[in-house]
């Protein structure tokens, strides 16, 4: 087993390459930028690049293929015209690594792939699809052609779909980091009135799911989510609490987004069955866990 | 007014450079190998290959582009796994057309999107999509990103959704041209009972359709069709009757395929009203037209 982890310098990643090289797994991780540690093997790509995503297959020889890297700068992913960029990369990279004979490929998908207008409960076989931004789309549409190539062709394939999540090294530009920052750095902390609800875990619990998703035999679609929906401000109520600054923080601040959704949770019958994985962390604990690593953390990280 | 062609020495390429030539047009045409005519530009590109797409565009830097270039290999191109390699070339294709300022583009599309199970009239905005192939999932992917980019992004383009054609200059291992040949060559026809209906253009027509839509400001879908229906028995029949031989066709000779839709056919209205597009032939006369071509060809080409 030799894997390759995409995307390895992002959020999920950094979590992913941690737990495999914790399990011994022959693991090479490769992102645009090194990684700043020694204790795993990097491929530098970007695989948006022409010819990139063949050449790293060629060069890594990977029998599994954990693929998470994708456009994921805060607040300008949702409609950037390069998430047809990332389709092109993610084709080129499966099909390479399937003519190189590569065993299991598990694919980073999103929860944005599913319809939201009167959403409630997120369903891989029931919900409806229907993405409302350019980067939903495109996963959307490349989940279409790698799992009906995957059915067509014999391939090991599955999709996780990403929900909400937080947890120590996240980017900022996100709910619970700017919280968090603001909140050790002595500042009010404004937020939504956070009525709505939605599905939240811990990004090493992600990682964890797509570790074992790529451990297992499962192929198709599979939800990355907690099956608990939590309103917004639960969670900064408890992330407040954690970071000893439940004063700091002013609910309703900010207007809530025209057509939030009231309730987005996902369906975890999959992820618990077919891929056999349970979250470790609550949200509590989660939650006070990212505070403890917020409050040792300074800005220069 | 610049045009860039791909897949010029296609089938519907062939008329369409024809038709562009002949209106005075500035055309630049491209396919993998050379088109064997001189009176018009040509620039050898295999699409598939890492960057070829963006080089192309750079070298030819056109305003208007017709996007035809895709795996048509009678009875191969269905399921092939290249279809995922035309979607990323498509993908590249486009994104480099707007980089340099392109106007507008006009891509081929297909029924094949359609969900065929239970279908009749096939309508651009009620009919629902469920590609039965890889190559209908993967051109149908293909147009949810580019039509939604567009959207977002103030781009001109449009779809067009290609039916059944016919013509001169079919390759072999389609029904027209496999029944033409046989009773060119003195051969019995072997064919279904053909009682399913579809709607089939001449490809002078389609090409025709497309040079309309790229001259035309529609942004969206539109079929590429007839409105209406026939049976493929009718269309043989017509054929045979134009060869001379009508005797020379065994009905029932072959099965029908598990599967095969009792009616296949698409609205007009788009093509008629927002591309103000009309056929010239008729189906009697395209194939009395077809079939004077086949007599006067011979194998050799």
């Not at 608990?228 to 439940?246: K, Q, W, Y």
Request: overall charge neutral.
């Amino acid at each position: 087993m030799r894997v390759l982890v995409t995307g390895s310098s992002g959020f999920v990643g950094r979590h992913v390459i941690d737990q495999l090289v914790a399990r011994g797994v022959n693991v090479v991780a490769s992102s645009r930028s090194p990684m700043g540690r020694h204790d795993v093997d990097h491929v530098a790509a970007d695989l948006t690049q022409p010819g990139a995503a063949t050449a790293l297959i060629e060069k890594v020889q990977p029998t599994h293929l954990l693929h998470l890297a994708w456009n994921a700068v805060p607040g300008q992913f949702w409609n950037a015209a390069d998430n047809l960029d990332w389709c092109a990369a993610s084709l080129a990279l499966l099909r390479s690594f399937h003519a190189v004979g590569g065993k299991r490929a598990v694919v980073a998908g999103s929860c944005a792939e599913y319809d939201w207008t009167g959403a409630g409960q997120l369903d891989e076989a029931l919900s409806p699809i229907n993405p409302a931004t350019l980067y939903g789309v495109a996963k959307d549409a490349l989940r279409r052609m790698v799992l009906r190539d995957a059915e067509q062709h014999g391939h090991s394939v599955a999709w996780g779909r990403i929900f909400w999540l937080y947890g120590p090294g996240e980017a900022p530009g996100r709910l619970v980091s700017d919280v968090a920052v603001a909140l050790r750095d002595g500042r009010t902390a404004a937020v939504s009135a956070g009525t709505q609800r939605r599905d939240f875990l811990h990004v090493s619990d992600v990682a964890g799911a797509f570790v074992a998703a790529l451990h297992s035999e499962y192929r198709g679609i599979f939800n990355v989510s907690s099956g608990t929906p939590v309103s917004i401000r639960d969670v900064v109520g408890c992330l407040s609490e954690a970071m000893e600054r439940p004063e700091g923080v002013h609910y309703g601040a900010r207007p809530t987004q025209p057509g939030e959704p009231p309730l987005l949770y996902g369906t975890v019958d999959r992820l618990q069955r077919e891929i056999g994985f349970r979250p470790i962390f609550g949200l509590r604990d989660g939650l006070a866990e990212t505070a403890r690593w917020w409050r040792q953390s300074c800005d220069a990280l």
